[in-house]
């Protein structure tokens, strides 16, 4: 992949971001994810690429997704296939709530877990405490791992968890340990990636979330060197076991079964993104802890976004200004 395609993959979420907050605090998560997916579809085939997107979403939130198998770019220039999530945080955005952002990973051919859009369980690390997580471990040993290979001790450890109702008992054990909680309302790939920012306190995210945003986890985690282990989980194993949940569960397992992946099976880094060729793009839509939100004046809006290349594990934040009477026709 060239490396002069980092920021046009930059400029594709800008767009997408700055789409989705323009339905900012107006109740309707659709209309935002809509807009945010026709502005990244745009700008995407605006670029000199022959890309794929391999992981959309759509099931779990019924939202307007690019769909996986999808053609983008103009045809010409590198083969590439693309995980999106045009809106991390739809609920966020609608609500007017913090922590919504546009995301994006890139890699060569072949170098995603093509996974269907169910529930994944996730335990991720940053690069301090690579190579000491095992998924088929019970959690608390893998944190008190985590911790001796941060050098420090337990009730130091802070842990990000998914602040739902399925994970209200673990959150109440975790107390009990004595370790610091994290419950974060939405969003589990800014929370992931928080494991491996110097400048952020988290150690540690584990919790049941999406698996297409797993997989766009994975590819970010690769490229600034943390760990991430996950299991695929069918619905009716993570909601409530009633009778529609259970038919879209097993409806999940065959589809894992007619893509070749199992569920309820550890998946390792490597298994999830393999190649570390990858380049991710994530911009603000609401203020986070990973980025600043979208801001408006009349015609000039602001945004922030990390771009992050596997291959030198450069992070970089480009902080900017645009126009919105000067946006090209694409
Ligand atoms: C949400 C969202 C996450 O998964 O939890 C969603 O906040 C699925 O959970 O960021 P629910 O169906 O219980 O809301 C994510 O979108 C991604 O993992
Ligand atoms: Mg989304
Ligand atoms: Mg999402």
């Known amino acids: 992949m060239k490396r002069e395609l980092a920021l046009e993959f930059a400029r594709v979420t800008e767009a997408a971001?700055?789409?989705?907050?323009?339905?900012?605090?107006?109740?309707?998560?659709?209309?935002?994810?809509?807009?945010?997916?026709n502005a990244m579809r745009s700008t995407l085939n605006s670029l000199d690429i022959r890309g794929q997107i391999v992981i959309g979403e759509g099931e779990i939130d019924e939202a307007p997704m690019l769909y996986i198998?999808?053609?983008?770019?103009?045809?010409?220039?590198?083969?590439?296939?693309?995980?999106?999530?045009?809106?991390?945080?739809?609920?966020?955005?609608?609500?007017?709530?913090?922590?919504?952002?546009?995301?994006?990973?890139?890699?060569?051919?072949?170098?995603?877990?093509?996974?269907?859009?169910?529930?994944?369980?996730?335990?991720?690390?940053?690069?301090?405490?690579?190579?000491?997580?095992?998924l088929d471990l019970p959690l608390d040993v893998n944190l008190a791992r985590i911790a001796h290979a941060l050098q420090k001790p337990l009730s130091e450890l802070t842990v990000a968890?998914?602040?739902?109702?399925?994970?209200?008992?673990?959150?109440?054990?975790?107390?009990?340990a004595g370790l610091r909680v994290y419950a974060f309302p939405d969003g589990d790939v800014a929370a992931s990636i928080l494991t491996c920012m110097p400048d952020q306190a988290v150690d540690v995210m584990y919790g049941i979330g999406g698996a297409?945003?797993?997989?766009?986890?994975?590819?970010?985690?690769?490229?600034?060197?943390g760990d991430m282990q996950a299991r695929l989980l069918p619905r009716h194993h993570v909601k409530e076991d009633n009778e529609e949940n259970r038919l879209a569960g097993e409806k999940e397992l065959s589809r894992c079964a007619s893509m070749g992946i199992e569920a309820n099976r550890k998946l390792t880094?490597?298994?999830?993104?393999?190649?570390d060729d990858v380049i991710f793009?994530?911009?603000?839509?609401?203020?986070?802890?990973?980025?600043?939100?979208?801001?408006?004046?009349?015609?000039?809006?602001?945004?922030?976004?990390?771009?992050?290349?596997g291959k030198s594990g450069t992070v970089r934040r480009i902080q900017s200004i645009h126009r919105l009477d000067r946006q090209p026709q694409r």
């Open 17 to 37: 971001a700055l789409a989705g907050h323009h339905w900012l605090g107006r109740g309707d998560k659709n209309l935002a994810d809509g807009a945010a997916v």
């Open 69 to 134: 198998g999808e053609q983008v770019g103009s045809g010409h220039g590198d083969e590439v296939d693309i995980a999106v999530d045009p809106i991390e945080g739809t609920r966020m955005t609608a609500m007017g709530q913090s922590n919504a952002l546009t995301v994006m990973a890139i890699g060569n051919k072949g170098a995603f877990l093509h996974a269907p859009d169910m529930y994944m369980e996730k335990l991720v690390t940053g690069p301090g405490a690579k190579g000491c997580i095992d």
């Open 161 to 176: 968890v998914l602040a739902k109702p399925r994970h209200q008992e673990l959150i109440g054990e975790l107390h009990q």
């Open 212 to 225: 297409p945003e797993g997989v766009i986890s994975a590819a970010v985690i690769s490229a600034l060197g």
């Open 269 to 275: 880094l490597s298994q999830m993104v393999h190649d």
């Open 281 to 309: 793009a994530a911009t603000g839509i609401t203020d986070g802890d990973l980025l600043k939100g979208i801001t408006r004046k009349g015609n000039m809006a602001t945004s922030e976004t990390l771009l992050i290349r």
